[in-house]
């Protein structure tokens, strides 16, 4: 089993909508999780972090459930600028390196 | 601040060639890391280094790959040979003294082509 498992998509959705991706890593002592965007053909980049309680960035909403090992990302009111690879992205502890998913791809269409 | 600075940004070589990617950190940074993505196998973990001193390099592929960094501005990675399947963008990261995913950053990757 791959240590962070995504839907590698794409998804394809009109502009105005709401897209949620989830990814499941296999470590059950991972402590620390993120994802991270990355535009095609650049380098992967913080789009934020998640925590235990949930956590919201405008129009992004991130959610970490323990017990199932999984992470959530709801985009709402999709934008076609959020067109991009999403990235799930796990670390066993604060000083060990992260561990990437392959990623989940969005197509926002206008 | 300039960030992490990579070179070259495109390579198309031939297969046997020696390759040599550069990395400059940004200034401060004790971590650095060199990932390499492909669409098969995504982001891999090649090697990271702590105050120059290699940690792990458990995510070398094998023994063409070789990295160093001989100071904290500079690291390089090499692949001698290089062969088809090493076609992949090598991304070089780096991060402050506490690591944490929020406070990596990557370089814009170079591209490398092996024909």
């Known amino acids: 089993r791959k240590e962070v498992e995504q839907d590698p998509g794409p998804f394809n959705v009109p502009e105005g909508a709401t897209v949620a991706f989830n990814c499941t890593y296999s470590?059950?002592?991972?402590?620390?999780f993120f994802w991270y965007r990355q535009d095609c053909r650049k380098e992967p980049k913080l789009l934020m972090s998640v925590y235990s309680s949930g956590n919201e960035d405008g129009r992004f909403t991130a959610q970490l459930n323990r017990a199932s090992q999984y992470i959530s990302l709801l985009i709402r009111d999709s934008k076609l600028s959020d067109s991009a690879t999403y990235l799930c992205?796990?670390?066993?502890?604060?000083?060990?390196?992260?561990?990437f998913g392959k990623g989940t791809r969005l197509s926002v269409i206008a | 601040d300039a960030g992490v600075i990579q070179s070259p940004r495109h390579e198309v070589t031939e297969m046997g060639q020696e390759v040599t990617l550069r990395c400059k950190p940004i200034?401060?940074?004790?971590?650095l890391f060199w990932y390499r993505q492909t669409m098969m196998r995504g982001l891999e973990l090649l090697i990271y280094f702590n105050n120059n001193v290699p940690i792990d390099d458990s995510g070398m592929p094998e023994d063409r790959f070789s990295a160093k960094m001989p100071n904290a501005s500079f690291s390089n990675l090499k692949i001698q040979p290089s062969e088809p399947r090493d076609s992949a963008v090598y991304f070089c990261?780096?991060?402050?003294?506490?690591?944490?995913?929020?406070?990596?950053?990557f370089g814009e990757g170079s591209w490398l082509t092996v024909v």
């Open positions: 470590n059950s002592a991972s402590q620390s």
């Open positions: 992205v796990v670390s066993l502890s604060g000083n060990t390196p992260l561990v």
């Open positions: 200034s401060g940074h004790d971590y």
């Open positions: 990261a780096s991060s402050r003294r506490v690591f944490s995913g929020n406070t990596i950053y």
